[in-house]
């Protein structure tokens, strides 16, 4: 879009370089005379040359107008879409690399040291210190996996108004193509309007000679 609009806005400037090359030609012809009789028909000639200017000069207001409009509106919004969907990426990046997750990796050790304090609460001599340490051990992992949990939640419920946000966004393009059609099709019909003006000016222009 930006490409675009950069066109539209060197199409504009050429215009306006092509009306001010009409009105250096016409300020050069002048009228001759033929066989006694003055020819008039370079007057004509520098009328629709000049009528030629003025219409490529409204053109170039126009083009530059409706990509000065565009440019502040569904140029600034497409930016920030794109803006958008890099903070999405990103965002899954993170979590990708930092979202450290091994909660069944301590369910497994919590198991194992179940089985263990289970299997010295059958033994004749059991062992305090043992058992304690076991016991403790559990309690941690169990705290751990608490924690991850919760972790867990906070991050996806982010990432789920992120992507609501996101979704709002992405709404909002439907409105943003229809404001564009609408800004092309008005710039359009003006630039035919003022073609079909030019097309009725320059019919005074003769194509030849007598």
């Not at 304090?117 to 992992?141: C, F, G, T, V």
């Not at 404001?179 to 003006?197: F, G, H, P, T």
């Amino acid at each position: 879009m930006d490409r675009l609009l950069k066109y539209q806005e060197k199409s504009a400037e050429d215009m306006m370089l092509f009306a001010f090359c009409l009105n250096v030609l016409a300020g050069g012809n002048k009228p001759v005379l033929i066989d006694g009789i003055i020819n008039d028909s370079f007057s004509c000639i520098n009328k629709g040359m000049s009528a030629v200017s003025k219409h490529f000069l409204t053109a170039q207001e126009f083009l530059e107008e409706e990509a000065k409009i565009l440019s502040e509106g569904i140029l600034e919004d497409l930016k920030s879409q794109r803006d958008n969907l890099i903070a999405i990426k990103n965002m899954f990046d993170r979590k990708d690399k930092l979202d450290i997750n091994n909660i069944s990796f301590l369910e497994k050790r919590i198991n194992s040291n179940v089985n263990k304090l289970a299997d010295l609460n059958m033994r004749s001599h059991l062992n305090l210190l043992s058992k304690n340490e076991i016991e403790q051990s559990i309690m941690k992992d169990k705290k751990l996996i608490l924690s991850q949990r919760s972790h867990c939640f906070s991050v996806n419920k982010c990432i789920l108004n992120e992507l609501v946000y996101f979704q709002i966004s992405q709404a909002h393009m439907g409105k943003l193509y229809k404001d564009y059609v609408q800004e092309r099709i008005k710039y359009a019909e003006l630039l035919a309007e003022n073609w079909r003006s030019m097309e009725i000016q320059i019919t005074s222009i003769p194509f030849g000679f007598v």
